[in-house]
């Protein structure tokens, strides 16, 4: 949206529509304490509304450029594969790289928050921000548009914003494929544990196993889904539920491979042999997969790819074009390792 007649948006436009005087724009934008918050996230959302944009200001050009890579949980071993990917693609780019953990989930959704973080971004020389699976980021996404500051997701979590350019895998074609291996190993009671249900890719897997499951003509039981956090306790957790069941699964397909590792260490703790008794698949392909015991049948995807990808589209954006698709999938592959065996009966048949 802009002002009347589609003329450029103004600071007058933006101070008729939040209410307030020009003056008070001006301190909004300008990250002043003195006008209370509730105003200053009143003039932020005009400025979004009317997609307003300062005619003057006074820009610090610095020395060098640098990509601002942003997430919430850095011990993940995924995250530590898409950022070397990105640390790779940045060092041959010329950019520099800023490793930056986001505002806490409760105040990042505070446009006046998001704001100040952007700016801070900015004044480091960022010219593009990558975010990885980080949780509630559209006020982030909006800050950074009107900084005009390229802005890329990689595994979206929680956003409704049409703006965003995201890079990802193939996560349903990744998922099903792994449904199809267990299938052909002869399972048909294959129970699911997976990530958060506002994580994109956490339910891009699990409709990729029930796509699989349908195709089999073997009817979904909900009392086999669980949706969770990608992390060990998460499948420490719920395999315990899932293997005291009356009936128990002969196979748990897992959102990624820390819930695999919760799994196995359950099963260890309860006497269930695997592959002989369950047969477990993971999702990511970290190294930890070719360290379990036993070692994890998982979904490879080219984590430092989408790293690499990721910052690829952040230096087109920069050059003011737009990137080749808003929204990249890498193609994934299964790694048959040695978690996943032929269902005992059809084994032993």
């Keep these: 949206m802009t002002g009347q007649r589609g003329r450029r948006a103004t600071l007058a436009d933006v101070a008729q529509m939040a209410g307030v005087s020009r003056a008070t724009v001006s301190k909004a934008l300008n990250g002043r304490n003195d006008i209370s918050l509730q105003t200053r996230e009143r003039v932020l959302a005009a400025v ?46 010329g950019f520099d790289l800023l490793t930056r953990l986001p505002p806490d989930r409760r105040s990042r959704t505070q446009r006046a928050v998001a704001h100040d973080w952007v700016g801070e971004q900015v004044a480091a020389g960022a010219v593009g921000i990558i975010a990885l699976t980080l949780p509630a980021p559209d006020a982030l996404i909006d800050a950074a548009s009107q900084a005009g500051l390229p802005f890329v997701m990689v595994d979206p979590v929680g956003t ?14 990744g998922a099903r494929t792994a449904t199809e ?70 196979a748990i397909m897992t959102g990624d491979d820390e819930i695999a590792v919760g799994v196995l260490a359950t099963a260890h703790a309860l006497g269930v042999r695997v592959p002989e008794d369950l047969s477990v698949t993971g999702f990511d392909d970290t190294p930890q997969a070719a360290w379990t015991t036993p070692p994890l049948t ?52």
């Design 160 to 173: 409704s914003d049409d703006r965003m350019v995201s890079v990802a895998s193939s996560n349903w074609a």
């Design 48 to 93: 979004s509304e009317l997609e307003y944009r300062p005619t003057t200001t006074t820009e610090v050009v610095p020395s060098r450029r640098a990509i601002a890579v942003v997430f919430d949980v850095p011990a993940s071993p995924y995250i530590l594969g898409v950022l070397q990917g990105v640390l790779t693609a940045t060092a041959e780019s």
């Design 181 to 250: 291996h267990l299938l052909a190993l002869g399972h048909r009671r294959i129970a699911w544990i997976g990530g958060p249900e506002v994580s994109v890719a956490a339910r891009d897997r699990l409709y990729g196993y029930q796509a699989a499951l349908d195709a089999a003509g073997i009817s979904v039981d909900p009392d086999l889904i669980r949706a969770d956090q990608f992390a060990v306790a998460t499948g420490a957790a719920h395999a315990r539920d899932l293997l005291t069941l009356a009936e128990p699964p002969t």
């Design 298 to 349: 998982t979904v490879h995807q080219h984590l430092d790819g989408m790293g690499a990808m990721a910052v690829q589209t952040i230096r087109v954006m920069t050059e003011g074009r737009d990137p080749s698709s808003r929204h990249v999938e890498l193609a994934t592959s299964l790694t048959v390792r040695e978690s996943t065996a032929p269902l005992r009966d059809v084994k032993d048949s």
